[in-house]
Each structure stands twice: as C-alpha cells, then as structure tokens.
Nanobody, 113 residues
Framework: QVQLVESGGGLVQPGGSLRLSCAAS????????MGWSRQAQGKQRELVAG???????NYADSVKGRFTISRDNAKNTVYLLMNSLKPEDTAVYYC???????WGQGTQVTVSS
C-alpha cells in the first residue's frame, strides 16, 4: 500500500529555516505529482506547494520566494525547504500525492521566539 512519511518538523525562531522530507513507498514515485499542504489550528487546510513529475513547481502566494519544493526520484522523496519562516507559517504540514488521494500523517512546524 502507498505510504508517505514526513519528517523534519520542529520549533524554529522567526527568520529561521527548516527542511521537510517525505519518503514515499508503495507507488511509482517518479510519475506522480507531489505536494505539500498545511493546516493551522482553527484554519482550513491550505495547499502550499506542488511539483509535477517533470519538476514544474507552483506555490501559494503566501510562501512564494521563501519556500522551495523539490524531489529526488532515486530516493522516492519530496522535500520542502522553508526559509525566512514567520509565526504565521506555524501549522501541521502534510505531504500528499498530486491527486490528493494519499496523505502522510503530518509533521508539526512551530515558528516562535
């Protein structure tokens, strides 16, 4: 079965950086678009970034210029590099397939001084 396992979340100060990783198994990773979404407490889930099988990327306006999504097909892994983090980036971050039919368990990112 398809499994997506995120890692790399944690507590970081405003202006800091984190890199999230999502390891996929049970699927042909290289042909799948992948994405990251987040959900802050009391708010709706938001699509943050996506990457196609051809490595085309798209970003939410709120993270453009600060976040970078990438993929390593040899490792079946998708990454989200988050720079210049702000308190409003605090949320649970989820990795998912581009079709949003499979999701990871989520990893908490907290931006606070």
């Amino acid at each position: 079965q398809v499994q997506l396992v995120e890692s790399g979340g944690g507590l970081v100060q405003p202006g800091g950086s984190l890199r999230l990783s999502c390891a996929a198994s049970g699927m042909i990773f290289s042909i799948n678009a992948m994405g990251w979404s987040r959900q802050a407490q009391g708010k709706q889930r938001e699509l943050v970034a996506g990457i196609t099988s051809g490595r085309r990327t798209n970003y939410a306006d709120s993270v453009k210029g600060r976040f970078t999504i990438s993929r390593d097909n040899a490792k079946n892994t998708v990454y989200l590099l988050m720079n210049s983090l702000k308190p409003e980036d605090t949320a649970v971050y989820y990795c998912h397939t581009g079709a949003m039919d499979y999701w990871g368990q989520g990893t908490q990112v907290t931006v606070s001084s």
